[in-house]
């Protein structure tokens, strides 16, 4: 359907409680649809000039109540890159008997100007596409018509919510600009809600009650296009929102409090019959755990990593991060699988049955995001820990390689909670303190074609074997040698490694190597850079600016300890200069050491990164530092033979 | 109860006993699974058999059985418990069952432990495919599954192929492929690269039958033949079908064009009047080419893709009238909405069904005549019937200029009298071209300042001219990943030009480097290619077994001129080189100009092309060479004052 606009022709408009302006469903002017781009930001493809919503509840009894939220936007479409967002997806629960969200009262419009005349094209019942994506979710798709550059579109529509579990975070960030975002929640005095602000942007917020509600009124403006960068651990952390946490229900509802604090929300879960009285069993895994104790190791960490190398051996990770046991732990120990909070409260289960202070440790994944405030929903994994000897240690028993303070990389997330048996818990952080060392030896030849040959040592602690161990994984079809020689642009021989010996604690490998092309020959001299193959060929920060913290996920050093020699009839006309470098707040350091004994050349590199997550304003001083080290690392050693 | 009855119960139980114990084991263990299997091996089918009985041209039924042994976790994509169904689809049956190692029974997945999930092929809005499968997280490897399935659905346009080997890194023990015919059903069988491969055909005149045993599994290299093109197949279409509530027909490739045109196609050919004056205005004295480059345009201008796949809007194109009320459909939309309004400004041109893609030149099979190809686009004859090819899914691409998305292969052009097949654009090595002029100024400390200018054609251009809808920040990422081997990379301006009148992108780029010469004992070295070196070599394979392919052929010139420091002569200069063979050319050399610059000239052919295996390593050395001579590096002395 389609409509010319006079001023004020617009039956359907409506008119919504912006503070400011008003502003009217379908209603623009022709300088709005004239404006060729973004006044902030020229680039953008797209923008939300106003997205308004307001939420309310309906209903008196817990059985009756339903969420109602009333949406809003108005999109302004710059260029056709833009056009994507003329489909708006609206993402929706499912459940089964048709009882899930859904959508009502679904109006919008393509608003456009053409021969200076104002058009409106209406998005019809056959622009709305409704797609079960699974069993749990489903999305309803607007295909605005007659998408046109400069285009402004309007779409209100309201989402019911018949199930109400939690309220849907307000979004005010997206990856366009966004003018105005406004909201209106309404939370009637039976419920209590707590607010909480996501993200680096100014959120404005006016709380005041009427009736029986509390509203929230919150205002958000010009907040800028949310932007992936490098070296981020999850960008969903700084998206700026606003979330809500269901705290407490009161009168005509069962009087039930829901959490106020990390305290009160661990409690809740570790009494929960899923948590605490789970861990409570023993019987199902009493007798291998009397196997294991049989052994009577005379010293406690042994035992403990006795009882993980079972664990760990025993039970499959099925690949969902979880909390909660959904199966119980007895049926998971049964079925040898389990979510990692099956695993590892069934760790935790043992270790305490052994007699150790164990606890579980409550975190999230870093796909999950950093809980923003203390809720229930914060959490999506358990890690197991033990208290010994002044320490905390922790296990996670999912991935096969693990070691105790080693997590898989999913599980390096900011803090956990780690909970006890009298209900107190502790923050615990589970960013590793321990540097994760990366070691290389190398013994090499330089013959006169410049061809190097020699052989390789590798050794790596920590999370460096745990990244290595899952690549080597993989290598069923002995494809690893062949992607060490592939990726290194070498010949590679008799490799061996360390990794059956499953008790070894550091990762060794070795191999033999010929690397052809790396040296130059000009006239007659050869030039070769002695850091060869291993070196950081580019930086890896390239971007002149950053928004975000840089995310190095561990503290690292790594190694490299070389010896050349060279043919007999040559001598080194010219070595590198050594380096140092220390960086600011001793965050970082590069120290290359070279020198030359007898017929020998020894070079000592060491590259360390002391911390795992740092602040976007040190972003131009790593810059600066690793395009440094870029350098060094391609510095050439020259040799020249010997006139006789 | 009488005796005999008793008896007979006591037979039942006895049978059902039997079942049950049954199923505890199978005689599919890891150990007699032959040593030859399990090479390259992440996974072995030991068994699949697909039986398809076609009761109608409107109606079949599909059973399969696959027993595969899975070897270990990267194997475990190879469970392929899946079944893929749509409001045509009847799922009869399904159930899988999982033994361990030894072939003792661990458990069984009945069809509601199935995950139910909408088919998505990642850009359409809606479709009505979904697929029913198993993902199941083993406990211990190896392990075995047996999938049983069974369906029935009136589309016959699609019969299931056969193909014996699954994959990469699979192997198959045995594999076998059976259509039995009810009642005559004219048909045709198409049968791709069984050569070489132990596979029997046992066909009668009444059914379709294959069998293979022990086929190895393969690993993948590169610059090889993509798996489909090697991988042994066998189709079979019949000559009258039916599809989604539609029936089909064709037993060549005219007829099928015809059915095509008359039942897909024709009903959506209803632009509205005041559209088709419109579109007379805006060509109103232009030439027949003038005419279409205008339509084109304002297709570009006024449409959007958006993909939605109902029943048999799957292949039937929407309504013209609806693209034209709504400006955004798909493929098949967008194309017979374009042919309408080309239509209407009085330009023949043909609707074109295509294999997309710009890894695989995937052709149209010209001698298996039946529901084929993943894309459309619009071919138009000029003036001399030679075909001038269009893609309207695409706003941004010049009018005549589809790149290597469907460039140089098979397409069927469906005409009004019946369809042909017929070949696209093909872009010679040649016509893929980059030129980069660029004049750079040294400085004593290393640095350097420079402009350089790219400009491309042909397919080069395609890999370029879509920089312009990025951000500042995207394009100078792009450069900075472009020459990665430039350290500290500056961009310090960017200027883009897109010709689409003669398809030709200029790229002007204003960069500057703080270490681009290292300073060695005084001496400066730097490598004179600055801004088109090729850096990776093809992988080395010990023994190579698959051919070489190499895709697209391109063409590159580089001129560089080079002003030296202050202070500074020349030390050594690399010797300048001429190669030449069956894959290509690849020389440059450097001279001296008077006035004391250099001027460094590069230029390589990449031919393209499928060559015997044995070519490999000679190719690999063309390019190790080409990658040592774009490094190579000249010394700079201090002047002697």
Known sequence: MRFSLVIGAFCLAFSLAAQTEKIQFGVVTKEQLLEKQHPKDPEAEAAILYKYQKTYFEGSTLTNLIIKTEYFFRYKIYNKKGFDWGNHVIPLVRRSNNNGDYVKTLTGTTLTLENDTIYADLVGRDNVFNQAVNSYIRTETVTFPNLKEGAILDLSYTIINPYPVSLRDVVHQFPIPVDRSEADIFIPNYLVFKAYTKGFEDIHYNVYNKDINQIYEITATDIPALKEEEYINNIENYRASTVFELMQTRYPFPTKKLGYNWEEVTRTIYKSDYFGDELKKSRYFSKDLQKILANNYSDSLQLAEAIFEFVKEKMTWNGNASFATFQGLSDAYDANKGNSGEINMILTAMFREAGFEANPVLSSTRDYGIPVFPSMQGFNYVIASIFLNGQDILFDATEKYSLKNVLPLRAINWNGKLMRKNNTYKEINLFPEDLSVSRSLLKAEVDENGDIRGSIENEMSRQFMLLYLAVKKMDYQNDYAKSLEDFYNIELSELTDNHEDKTATNFRENYQFLSENQADIIDGKIYFSPTMFLKMNENPFKATKREYPIDFVFPKSEILEAEFSIPEDYKVTYLPKSLHLKFVDDLASYDYEIKQIDDKIFLKYELTTKRSVVAPTYYSLFKAFFEKIVNKQNDKIIIEKIKS | ?641
């Open chain 2, 1 to 641: 109860m009488t005796p005999l009855k008793n008896t007979l119960s006591a037979l039942l139980l006895l049978l059902v006993a039997t079942n049950a114990s049954a199923q505890k084991s199978i005689s599919y263990t890891r150990q007699n699974i032959p040593e030859a299997l399990i090479v390259n091996a992440n996974a072995v089918v030991r068994l699949s058999e697909t039986n398809i009985t076609m009761h109608s041209y409107k109606d079949m039924t599909v059973k399969s059985k696959r027993i595969v042994t899975i070897l270990n976790d990267q194997g475990d994509r190879y469970q392929e418990a899946y079944i893929g169904y749509d409001p045509y689809v009847d799922i009869e049956f399904l159930e899988a069952s999982i033994y361990d190692k030894n072939g003792q029974f661990v458990k069984k997945i009945k069809r509601k432990e199935f995950r139910d999930q909408s088919y998505g092929d990642g850009v359409s809005i809606y479709n009505d495919d979904r697929i029913l499968f198993l993902s199941y997280t083993p406990t211990a490897y190896p392990y075995t599954l047996v999938f049983d399935s069974e369906y029935r659905t009136s589309t016959t346009a699609f019969i299931e192929a056969w193909y014996p080997l699954g994959g990469m890194y699979v192997s198959t023990q045995k594999s076998s492929y059976s259509i039995n015919f009810e009642q005559p059903l004219p048909h045709r069988i198409k049968k791709s690269n069984l050569e070489n491969n132990p596979i029997k055909d046992l066909s009668t005149p009444q059914s379709v039958q294959f069998e293979a045993e022990n086929i190895a599994a393969v690993k993948p290299e590169g610059f090889a033949p993509t798996f489909t093109e090697m991988a042994p197949m066998v189709r079979v279409a019949l000559n009258k079908f039916h599809l989604k509530g539609v029936d089909g027909q064709g037993d060549t490739w005219e007829d099928f064009g015809k059915w095509m045109y008359d039942d897909l196609l024709m009903a959506s050919n209803d632009l509205p009047e005041a559209s088709k004056v419109k579109i007379k205005t805006l060509v109103a004295g232009k030439s027949k080419m003038e005419a279409a480059k205008l339509v084109y345009e304002y297709v570009q201008e006024n449409t959007r893709y958006v993909s939605v796949q109902i029943g048999v809007g799957g292949w039937k194109p929407m309504k013209a009238s609806e693209v034209d009320r709504l400006g955004y459909g798909d493929c098949k939309a967008l194309t017979n909405y374009t042919k309408s309004l080309m239509d209407a400004a009085g330009v023949a041109s043909y609707y074109s069904v295509v294999y997309a893609g710009a890894n695989s030149k995937k052709d149209i099979d010209e001698d298996f005549v039946a529901m084929q190809g993943n894309h459309v686009i619009l071919a138009i004859p000029d003036e001399d019937d030679k075909m001038v090819w269009i893609d309207c899914t695409s706003q941004v691409h010049p009018f005549g200029f589809v790149g290597d998305f469907t460039d140089d292969r098979k397409v069927l052009l469906v005409k009004p009298e019946g369809g042909e097949i017929v070949k696209t654009v093909r872009y010679d090595p040649k016509d893929n071209y980059q030129k980069t002029e660029a004049e750079y100024r040294l400085n004593p400390d290393g640095s350097m300042t420079g402009l350089v200018e790219i400009q491309t054609r042909g397919t080069q251009y395609n890999d370029r001219f879509t920089l312009t809808q990025r951000t500042e920040l995207e394009k100078e990422s792009h450069y900075k990943e472009f020459w990665n081997y430039l350290n500290g990379l500056q961009i310090n301006s960017i200027a883009l030009e897109n010709n689409k009148e003669s398809v030709v992108f200029t790229e002007k780029v204003d960069v500057g480097c703080d270490s681009y010469a290292t300073n060695v004992n005084g001496e400066l070295i730097f490598c004179p290619n600055g801004f088109n070196q090729i850096t990776s070599i093809p992988n080395r394979y010990r023994d190579r077994t698959m051919p070489l392919k190499l895709r697209r052929g391109y063409h590159d010139e580089d001129v560089f001129r080079i002003h030296l420091p202050e202070g500074y002569e020349i030390g050594s200069l690399p010797e300048g080189v001429s190669l030449i063979n069956p894959f290509g050319k690849y020389e440059f050399e450097l001279t001296q100009n008077p006035d004391g610059t250099l001027t460094y000239r590069r230029e390589i052919l990449r031919k393209e092309g499928v060559f015997p295996k044995e070519d490999y390593e000679a190719y690999r050395n063309f390019m190790k060479d080409v990658s040592r001579y774009d490094a190579a590096k000249i010394v700079l002395k201090k002047k002697r004052s």
